[in-house]
């Protein structure tokens, strides 16, 4: 089993950047797909981004491409999501995920572990 925890969210302008970290501990880090999802309130949870094993392959809800990144470190078991040009509607609580191989996927049935959340808020 893999231990997911998240940092970094906060309140932040619409407009502003927002770097969301996530460190894994408990197998090995390199050998899982990443993703990052969200949930609003009142909506179900979503993709947003993943990351294949080894960060050559990386996929993006429409949503958000073009202003977010999705990154990983795999010397220190964290991947990133930095987000830029935020919006009211980014508003959400950011999870991010880890599933048993390293191919990365946009389904969130795929992955098997998950972290508590943080909260991002974009203020207009």
């Known amino acids: 089993q893999v231990q997911l925890v998240e940092s970094g969210g906060g309140l932040v302008q619409a407009g502003g950047s927002l770097r969301v970290s996530c460190a894994a501990s408990?197998?090995?880090?390199?050998?899982?797909?990443m993703g990052w999802f969200r949930q609003a309130p009142g909506k179900e949870r979503e993709f947003v981004a993943a990351?294949?094993?080894?960060?050559?392959?990386?996929y993006y809800a429409d949503s958000v491409k073009g202003r977010f990144t999705i990154s990983r470190d795999n010397g220190k078991n964290t991947m990133y999501l930095q987000m830029n040009s935020l919006k009211p509607e980014d508003t959400a609580v950011y999870y991010c995920?880890?599933?048993?191989?390293?191919?990365?996927?946009?389904?969130?049935?795929?992955?098997?572990?998950w972290g508590q959340g943080t909260p991002v808020t974009v203020s207009s």
């Open positions: 408990g197998r090995t880090f390199s050998r899982n797909a």
């Open positions: 990351i294949s094993g080894s960060g050559g392959v990386t």
């Open positions: 995920a880890a599933r048993r191989v390293m191919v990365a996927i946009r389904l969130e049935s795929e992955y098997d572990c």
